[in-house]
């Protein structure tokens, strides 16, 4: 159902291992620690067969934190080997031995696992299924937000992070995540008020698609600024989630400007749809730059016949205020048509 795209990350990756065997081998293991670690590798690996099944992979997580260093079992850190490819960046795979590394890593997977999710449901989303779907693809996202924040609190409480480090589990990707999943919840959130009949008003709508452009425009800054000081952040990613903060703003100016019309504000309704106009142009000046995927395409022809519509709006409430005009004044007025009209030129002739 075209009108709204969600952003989601590739599966993040990682093989079935035996944390004892890999501990003799690095020499970090005292034979009494043998039976703790043998119990965690089947509880890691029990996890990874069922696909992250919630169960298995709490479990899991629960033994992962004991053996963090300010957990019961924290002498044992080192000897979780970690072992995982990324899913932002080049496709290589990082190994080290620390288990801050291994918690911020499923955390991060799981996360990614309930992006996919809510990717899957939107795409098969039709008019009879949009409040179900909005409903479970907002808890989802909220979901996933929350794990992104939790290892990104792991990472920045235990973890040295330099310039080798693995993007995906970098504390300000892992922010910037977080971020884009707080602004796909609130729009998915606005996007089903859109779709229904007892719908709010067009001011609150003009808020709420505020507070969706500026959560995009934080997730964006968050990421990019990871990418400029050498985290490799896919530029793909990156410009989906620019595309994503530049559709917001101008459903914002949209709803601006219905509800200036409403309010027989023409002057300031014709300048909002004016913005909106314009920063439809330079989208789409810079989707021919950096092309645009097919879910983002269909939401953007949405935007467009959306643009088209308050346009329409805003032209008719326009010359219905004219006519009234005229009316009181008792002479004839000139109809004004969409872009054609000039606030100056609305200006000049309501004061005459």
């Not at 005292?30 to 099944?53: C, F, G, P």
């Not at 957990?71 to 080997?81: M, T």
């Not at 995009?216 to 490799?232: F, I, M, P, R, V």
Request: hydrophobic share 45%; charged share 25%.
């Amino acid at each position: 159902m075209a009108g709204v795209a969600i952003l989601s990350l590739p599966q993040k990756t990682t093989i079935e291992l035996d944390f004892a065997k890999k501990a003799m081998h690095f020499g970090k293991m005292v034979k009494v620690n043998a039976a703790v670690l043998n119990q965690v590798t089947k509880i890691r690996n029990a996890m990874i067969r069922s696909k992250y099944d919630p169960d298995a992979t709490d479990e899991y997580m629960q033994a992962l934190v004991g053996m963090l260093p300010d957990g019961p079992a924290g002498v044992l850190r080192k000897a979780v080997f970690y072992y995982w490819e990324a899913c932002l960046g080049p496709k290589t795979s990082h190994a080290a031995a620390d288990a801050v590394y291994e918690a911020a890593s499923v955390l991060a997977c799981v996360a990614g696992g309930e992006l996919r999710k809510v990717e899957s449901m939107v795409e098969v989303m039709n008019t009879s299924s949009v409040e179900r779907v909005c409903k479970e693809s907002y808890r989802r996202l909220l979901t996933a937000a929350g794990k992104y924040e939790k290892a990104a609190e792991f990472m920045k409480t235990f973890a040295k992070v330099d310039r080798n480090f693995p993007a995906d589990i970098h504390p300000t990707i892992l922010d910037g995540l977080k971020t884009l999943c707080l602004a796909q919840a609130q729009e998915l959130a606005v996007y089903k008020s859109m779709n229904n009949s007892d719908n709010h008003g067009a001011e609150l709508m003009a808020k709420l698609t505020a507070q969706v452009h500026a959560l995009y425009t934080e997730a964006y800054q968050l990421l990019a600024n990871a990418h400029s000081s050498g985290d490799d952040v896919s530029a793909k990613f990156l410009s989906k989630a620019r595309y994503k903060a530049s559709m917001a703003r101008i459903r914002t100016f949209q709803y601006m400007s219905h509800t200036f019309s409403k309010a027989d504000k023409t002057a300031e309704a014709k300048s909002a749809i004016d913005q909106a106009a314009e920063l439809t142009a330079q989208l789409e000046k810079d989707a021919r730059q950096v092309k645009m995927p097919p879910p983002l395409v269909a939401e953007y022809k949405a935007l467009l016949e959306a643009q088209s519509r308050f346009e329409y709006k805003v032209s008719r409430d326009v010359n219905m205020y004219g006519r009234a005009k005229a009316a009181a004044l008792d002479s004839p007025v000139p109809m004004i048509e969409g872009r054609g009209m000039t606030v100056a030129a609305l200006d000049t002739w309501t004061r005459n």
